[in-house]
Every structure is written in structure tokens, then in C-alpha cells.
């Protein structure tokens, strides 16, 4: 197992060395809504979905 660090950065630069790493999609900001993470599941099968969020999600 590889080791590596990606330190938290305001700017959101961690967001796309984490991607690269991982290979996996990142969606911030806008990006973010209920139908492109739909979408996004429907076209990869993934193993592991993170969320890091500071959000209100209201039920509707």
C-alpha cells in the first residue's frame, strides 16, 4: 500500500490532487446537485462515494 499526502487548501487544490490520485470525479459547488451524482453512479460502478460537504440538505 502507497502513502501519500494531500494537504486541505482553501483553494481547492487538494480537491484535484485527490482526483488525480484516485481517478475518481469531483463535484464542487454548482457541480454538486442530486442529478449529476445520479448520473455519475449510473455510468461507473464505484466502490467508495465520499461526501465532504458543509451543507444544508433539506428534505423535500
Known amino acids: 500500500m502507497s502513502s501519500f499526502?494531500?494537504?486541505v487548501r482553501a483553494d481547492g487544490?487538494?480537491?484535484e490532487s485527490f482526483g488525480?490520485?484516485?481517478?475518481g470525479k469531483i463535484f464542487?459547488?454548482?457541480?454538486f446537485t442530486t442529478a449529476s451524482l445520479e448520473r455519475?453512479?449510473?455510468n461507473r460502478d464505484y466502490d467508495?462515494?465520499?461526501l465532504a460537504t458543509h451543507a444544508v440538505f433539506k428534505r423535500m
Not at 20 to 23: N, R
Open 40 to 42: 455519475e453512479m449510473q
Open 48 to 50: 467508495i462515494v465520499h
Open 28 to 31: 464542487q459547488d454548482q457541480d
Open 5 to 7: 499526502d494531500i494537504s
Open 20 to 23: 488525480s490520485i484516485t481517478g
Open 13 to 15: 487544490t487538494h480537491l
